[in-house]
């Protein structure tokens, strides 16, 4: 499986014990176990999801010092196009409420390189800030350009200045758009490029880094490309799930997701775009048409898992281990 879920509160309440503005528009939030207990370890890139009283998941990179320890950082950006979920953090929850998570999960782990190419967009940098220290910590080779509608937009800017001429901020209104040539420069097989952001800039880096050795670059979206977000399909597909012993008939617009979840078999899912990797299913049988933003060229040739809120059958069938 793709998924690195890492043991501990699967599925319970924390404290909000800070709430603090670090831009505009973001708060960041701290979480602790009401016990003032330990939570478990977690490594750069990792998430969790929050689940809302009004039934809304939304899923918040971890962002403050990685490990275990007794406290986790999220920080969200009022959206006030989105589907709700940020408003509502942003105008109901204060220090002294409690929120249910799942997770950590970490979909975007950091790997082992002599040279790190950091390409932060906004919100984009809060799985960075872990990253970035980690980093440091192995005496790596690393450096940050970040940038932002504006400079007051910018989250996190006075805990960056600490690291100095290693980061680059570049806001917009200043600025213009980020200069991804003069900052990525040639290929250079020693190192790997992490970019996150808004999907416009994620697009760009990929452009730009199209001729990097394979696996240079990663990237974490926050919101699906329109085949993604789609999700259902042009024709009806049958999905075995092995373990329920039950065989469904998918019809075209609807998600495997959905007909598993109305068949009554228990799966967790939470984006529904192929973006999350919470349903991540492995695959026992049959050829998968993967249409997530998550799995990397190797998962998806290897064909074992897929993300069945947007993914279907190019075959025809499936056969699930549900």
Do not use: K
Request: proline residues 7%; negative net charge; contains cysteine.
């Amino acid at each position: 499986m793709h998924l690195d879920q890492a043991p501990g509160p699967a599925d319970g309440a924390l404290t909000v014990v800070s709430r603090r503005t670090v831009a505009e528009g973001v708060v960041s939030l701290e979480l602790a176990p009401d016990s003032g207990g330990s939570l478990p370890p977690w490594q750069p890139g990792a998430h969790i999801d929050v689940v809302l009283p009004t039934g809304v998941v939304r899923q918040y990179s971890l962002c403050g010092p990685a490990g275990g320890g007794g406290r986790w950082r999220i920080a969200v950006l009022r959206e006030a196009d989105g589907r709700g979920g940020s408003r509502w953090i942003h105008d109901n929850v204060r220090e002294g409420d409690t929120l249910r998570v799942r997770g950590p999960r970490n979909n975007f782990p950091l790997r082992p390189a002599a040279r790190y190419l950091f390409v932060g967009g906004g919100i984009g940098i809060t799985p960075l800030l872990p990253m970035m220290a980690e980093a440091q910590a192995a005496g790596a080779e690393w450096s940050l350009l970040y940038g932002g509608r504006s400079h007051a937009s910018m989250a996190f800017l006075p805990e960056l200045e600490g690291y100095g001429e290693r980061v680059t901020v570049r806001p917009q209104d200043r600025h213009g758009l980020l200069d991804l040539a003069g900052f990525l420069g040639d290929p250079d097989p020693s190192a790997l490029v992490y970019c996150c952001g808004p999907a416009a800039l994620i697009d760009a880096v990929e452009a730009y880094c199209a001729d990097w050795p394979p696996g240079s670059l990663n990237v974490e979206r926050f919101t699906a490309t329109r085949r993604s977000a789609e999700g259902g399909g042009e024709q009806a597909i049958d999905v075995e799930l092995r373990a329920s012993g039950l065989t469904l008939t998918v019809p075209p617009g609807q998600s495997v997701l959905r007909a598993v979840e109305q068949a009554g078999v228990p799966v967790l899912y939470s984006c529904e775009e192929g973006i999350c990797g919470s349903c991540e299913t492995a695959v026992v049988e049959g050829e998968v048409d993967h249409r997530d933003q998550l799995l990397t060229d190797e998962e998806r040739a290897a064909g074992d898992t897929m993300l069945i809120c947007v993914s279907r059958a190019r075959g025809g069938r499936l056969v699930l281990d549900l």
